[in-house]
C-alpha cells in the first residue's frame, strides 16, 4: 500500500494517509509532474496506459505522479521517471501550483522541466506511448476533443497559454 504525506496551505507535513484515504477524505497532498521537451523544442505526452485506474487512455505529462511519504518532490520526479519512461533525466524545477479539481481535491504540483529525445524504455502498466507535439498541435488535439488528464490541462493553460 503506497502512502502520501498529507500537508498544510504551507505545503508543510502534518500527517501520512494511504493513498486511497487521501483520495477518498480529499486530504492535500502532493503530486509532481515533468515537461520533456526535445531539441526541436516540441513538448513531450504520455498517452496513459488502458489500466490505469484514473484517467486511463488519457494524454499528461510523460512522468508524473505521487510524491510517497518522506519523499522530496525531486525524489519523486527520479523515481517516476525511472518508473514510466525507463530513464534518469536531468531535471530543473519550473513551477509550484496549487490545483483544485473542483470535486474538493487539492494538490500541491511541482513541475519539472527535461530536455532530451529520448529514447524511452517505457512501462506498458504505465505509458502507451509518449510523442513529441509542437504547442499548437496540442492546442489542436484539445479543440478536437482528445482527452487529456485535467491535471495537464491546468499546468498547459497556466504555463504554456493553451485555451
Known amino acids: 500500500m503506497e502512502y502520501l504525506d498529507i500537508i498544510n496551505e504551507k505545503d508543510e507535513v502534518i500527517g501520512t494517509a494511504s493513498m486511497e484515504e487521501a483520495?477518498?477524505?480529499k486530504l492535500p497532498h502532493r503530486i509532481v509532474h515533468i515537461f520533456i521537451f526535445n531539441k526541436e523544442n516540441k513538448m513531450a505526452l504520455q498517452l496513459r496506459s488502458q489500466y490505469k485506474s484514473f484517467c486511463p487512455n488519457h494524454w499528461c505529462t510523460p512522468v508524473g505522479g505521487?510524491?510517497?511519504?518522506?519523499?522530496t518532490y525531486e525524489q519523486a520526479a527520479f523515481r517516476e521517471c525511472k518508473e514510466e519512461l525507463g530513464v534518469k533525466l536531468e531535471i530543473t524545477s519550473t513551477h509550484k501550483d496549487i490545483y483544485e479539481d473542483g470535486l474538493g481535491n487539492k494538490l500541491f504540483l511541482t513541475t519539472y522541466k527535461a530536455i532530451t529525445d529520448g529514447p524511452f524504455n517505457i512501462n506498458p502498466e504505465e505509458?502507451?506511448?509518449v510523442e513529441f507535439f509542437t504547442l499548437e498541435q496540442i492546442q489542436s488535439m484539445i479543440n478536437s476533443g482528445e482527452k487529456f488528464h485535467p491535471e495537464l490541462l491546468f499546468l498547459l493553460k497556466k504555463h504554456f497559454?493553451?485555451?
Do not use: F, L, S
Not at 505521487?66 to 519523499?71: I, K, P, Q
Open 23 to 25: 483520495h477518498q477524505q
Open 127 to 129: 505509458v502507451q506511448k
Open 161 to 163: 497559454g493553451i485555451k
Open 66 to 71: 505521487h510524491v510517497r511519504a518522506g519523499e
